[in-house]
């Protein structure tokens, strides 16, 4: 009797812990859909802006442009196959990953001390700050004080697989993983869509940015209410390091790129995870950090080689990335998720093994056709790796490690995003699209065969 009353309250408090778990992913799942609304509605509007602020001879955005005709002219790019703009608005975007860089392991540590909810919050409060300066902008050094302010404070997206990283349960990590990669999915395909619909509909007199960017500030508060109001504190006081000067005992742990590659951060203090499990988690970092560099060059070039070889418009660029969007939150709300833990690297191999014929596909495109069949396979990949890997890292450290893992995690994705869309971009315009994604495709062999080193995780408390 006895017995079955424990097995009774035993099962009572999984399944208690099981709805808290649900809840905690479901809430995690809509902050960062409407985080991720307001930050993609900038996306199509980018290079227009860059070319009001050409057209209305800003001074600060010239001077920058002269500089960067002097960067075309050092690679030896020809001049026929300028593209001068393009890559000005690469290195401009690329400052926004590099402070992700530097900021996110910041922000898992500081989260580590002070517990997720508060720090969040601040985020948020940092990119309602920037939207704010984008809506006022009328220079461009107003725009890129804006974009400076909003890669500080991108944060949240680290402190969201942090909040999931906390839960008990590995099979609600690894769901929360894959809703989180729902969420990017369907923040990157409505966003950039709504964003070019409000700049079509503006009025006379009204710069054509201004609805997006109020739509992104009005985004930016909802989504504070809503963390301030339904988040709960998922990091409890006695799991949390004693304070934050603990968690920035080396600053070169957590902003040296060889520090982070080692994950240095993690190796401090009693609570260093053990030697196979550190091996590992480097393995895993520098797998995370390979496949984003070269998947984020594809990612940027993919719009320029469809313009330049099928002459696509820009309602056609926004279909193509509805139709990659789409395609990655079926397969990640329905397939993604229900991968059981354990079996996550088997399944970043499947999909890395489908990304090198989507690159030859895609590169060596002569119609629609055999671009929409490389795209596909690239969706799949695409839906699969980044979850499944956040899964597998989500797994290793303390409970007070969890923030400065997935921290460093996050600054490594920023480093490669911000390194890969440039050198890619000047592959393609030296040798051209065949070369660049045949190249891409073939290096997608380097992470493939580093997973195939790592071993299985050895428990620990």
Aim: hydrophobic fraction near 50%; charged fraction near 15%; include cysteine.
């Amino acid at each position: 009797m006895a017995l079955r009353e424990r097995e009774t309250s035993s099962s009572s408090i999984n399944d208690k812990q099981e709805q808290n778990c649900s809840r905690v992913i479901t809430i995690v799942f809509l902050a960062l859909f409407i985080d991720l609304l307001g930050f993609a509605l900038i996306l199509p509007l980018f290079p227009s802006i860059l070319d009001y602020y050409g057209q209305t001879q800003d001074g600060f955005y010239l001077s920058l442009q002269r500089g960067v005709d002097w960067f075309a002219e050092m690679v030896g790019m020809p001049p026929e196959r300028k593209y001068n703009s393009v890559l000005f608005g690469g290195l401009i975007g690329s400052i926004f990953s590099i402070l992700q860089f530097f900021s996110s392991p910041l922000t898992g540590a500081v989260s580590d001390c002070l517990g997720r909810r508060p720090v969040i919050l601040m985020t948020v409060m940092g990119l309602i700050t920037s939207y704010a300066l984008w809506a006022a902008s009328r220079t461009f050094g107003v725009f890129l004080l804006s974009r400076i302010v909003g890669g500080i404070s991108k944060g949240n997206v680290s402190l969201s697989t942090a909040i999931i990283a906390d839960l008990n349960s590995p099979k609600a990590r690894s769901k929360g993983m894959a809703m989180i990669g729902v969420a990017f999915s369907l923040g990157f395909t409505l966003g950039p869509m709504i964003g070019a619909y409000l700049a079509m509909e503006t009025e006379k007199g009204e710069v054509f940015y201004l609805h997006s960017a109020l739509l992104a500030l009005m985004f930016a508060v909802a989504d504070l209410l809503f963390i301030f109001f339904l988040l709960p504190e998922t990091l409890p006081k006695e799991k949390r390091v004693y304070s934050v000067a603990s968690g920035f005992q080396a600053a070169v742990d957590l902003l040296s790129p060889l520090a982070l590659f080692q994950f240095s951060a993690v190796t401090r203090g009693k609570e260093s995870p053990s030697e196979e499990n550190l091996q590992n988690l480097k393995m895993l970092g520098l797998v995370y950090f390979l496949y984003l560099f070269l998947f984020s060059g594809l990612e940027y070039t993919l719009s320029f080689l469809t313009h330049q070889r099928f002459r696509f418009s820009s309602m056609q660029q926004g279909k193509m990335f509805f139709f990659i969007g789409i395609t990655m939150a079926v397969i990640q709300g329905g397939y993604a998720r229900r991968i059981k833990p354990g079996n996550e690297i088997r399944a970043v191999k499947r999909a890395i093994m489908v990304l090198i014929p989507a690159f030859l596909l895609i590169g060596w495109a002569a119609n629609v056709t055999m671009l929409s069949a490389g795209l596909l396979l690239y969706s799949f990949a695409a839906a699969i790796v980044i979850p499944c890997l956040s899964a597998v890292v989500s797994g290793y450290g303390s409970a007070s490690q969890k923030g400065r893992v997935m921290g460093i995690l996050r600054s490594l994705g920023a480093l490669a995003r911000a390194l890969g869309p440039i050198l890619s971009a000047t592959v393609y315009w030296l040798a051209g699209a065949e070369v660049c994604f045949t190249a891409c495709g073939a290096l997608f062999l380097v992470p493939l065969l580093l997973l195939g080193s790592i071993k299985h995780q050895t428990k620990e408390e």
